[in-house]
């Protein structure tokens, strides 16, 4: 299993940098819905490299996690790119080029870092704790670097994957009815973002949030 979990830790690194390369809103979306899916298996392979059983408890988190992050999530996204008729990205505070640059010196502090960390022995092995930091960085980087209300959306759905990863990692054993307050939120986080995005759009006729800013200079 531990070959398994480093799999899925291979896959968030590869879907981070994809986001961070892509400019297309609907490619973002599904490459976010992709690294949620990849994580929902998570509780499962880590709970049978802990205990060497799947329990309830495991497999309840991971279908809930796949259904929101793989399913109800990107539709909620959908809906808001085809009401806010928006396809890309159009030129960011920070370019692709220069994120992905950022994004793999990112991944080399984030190996770095974890090495120096006194945290307890991580279950979901040695990539977990350094891949879950670099998944945080990234999405910290979609919500700064990105104008598009959208793609900041992506960047915190890309955000809690990170913080969702280092949570099964160092805690396998979180009380269930936290993680599933953890998901509750972030499904009404998600929900209410979509309907301001709406809302921008139908009001602005666009979600560019740097013009929406520029708006209090004038």
Not at 58 to 86: D, H, Q, T
Not at 150 to 162: A, D, F, K, R, W
Not at 163 to 185: K, R, S
Request: with cysteine; net charge neutral; aromatic share 10%.
């Amino acid at each position: 299993m531990a070959g398994t979990i480093d799999f899925v830790m291979f896959l968030m690194v590869a879907t981070n940098l994809a986001l961070l390369e892509s400019s297309r809103l609907k490619t973002c979306i599904w490459l976010v819905a992709f690294q949620g899916m990849a994580l929902g298996f998570l509780p499962l392979l880590v709970g049978y490299t802990h205990t060497g059983s799947v329990g309830l408890h495991a497999i309840a988190v991971g279908i809930i996690s796949i259904a929101l992050k793989g399913v109800v999530f990107p539709l909620l996204l959908m809906l808001a790119v085809r009401r806010a008729n928006v396809r890309r990205e159009i030129e960011p505070f920070v370019s692709n080029n220069i994120s992905i640059v950022i994004g793999v010196t990112a991944l080399a502090v984030s190996i770095w870092l974890s090495r120096f960390l006194e945290i307890p022995a991580s279950a979901g092995g040695a990539l977990a704790v350094p891949m879950a930091f670099f998944t945080i960085f990234t999405g910290l980087l979609i919500i700064t670097s990105r104008k598009k209300a959208i793609t900041q959306v992506v960047g915190y759905l890309v955000m809690e994957n990170g913080i969702f990863t280092f949570g099964f990692a160092v805690m396998p054993h979180a009380p269930f009815v936290v993680e599933l307050g953890i998901l509750l939120d972030l499904l009404v986080a998600v929900f209410v973002m979509g309907i301001m995005i709406l809302h921008i759009s139908a009001t602005f006729d666009h979600i560019d949030i740097s013009r929406i800013s520029a708006l209090g200079d004038e």
